[in-house]
């Protein structure tokens, strides 16, 4: 019932930036959290970045300082920038999004097909 659509994933040089987004669209009456996960080839999947519906974000301490997240709510969008990309950001980065849909009481979670960042030179 919530389809997540990401854009934005790279090839870029050690130093670059780059900003990923995702779209959710479907029938929901409300969208809480929506953040972003890595998984990394041989590493479990990891949160990178969340915010919540009032705004609230929240970062995994190896991003802070070069990653922010934001999201626009009239279009149901997430988006993170990313900066200072060094190669240990090489990953696949998903979009999370809880959302309700508009025949449910309670939220789910919703998942991304992921887009793949590489930093290398």
């Known amino acids: 019932q919530v389809q997540l659509v990401e854009s934005g994933g790279h090839l870029v040089q050690p130093g670059e930036s780059l900003r990923l987004s995702c779209a959710a669209s479907?029938?929901?009456?409300?969208?809480?959290?929506m953040g972003w996960y890595r998984q990394a080839p041989g590493k479990q999947r990891e949160l990178v970045a969340s915010?919540?519906?009032?705004?609230?974000?929240d970062f995994a301490d190896s991003v802070k300082g070069r990653f922010t997240i934001s999201r626009d709510n009239d279009k149901n969008t997430t988006y993170l920038q990313m900066s200072s990309l060094d190669r240990e950001d090489t990953a696949v980065y998903y979009c999370?999004?809880?959302?309700?849909?508009?025949?449910?009481?309670?939220?789910?979670?919703?998942w991304g097909q992921g887009t793949q960042v590489t930093v290398s030179s």
């Open positions: 999370n999004v809880r959302a309700r849909p508009v025949d449910s009481w309670r939220s789910y979670e919703y």
């Open positions: 479907g029938r929901f009456s409300s969208i809480h959290s």
């Open positions: 915010i919540s519906s009032g705004g609230r974000t």
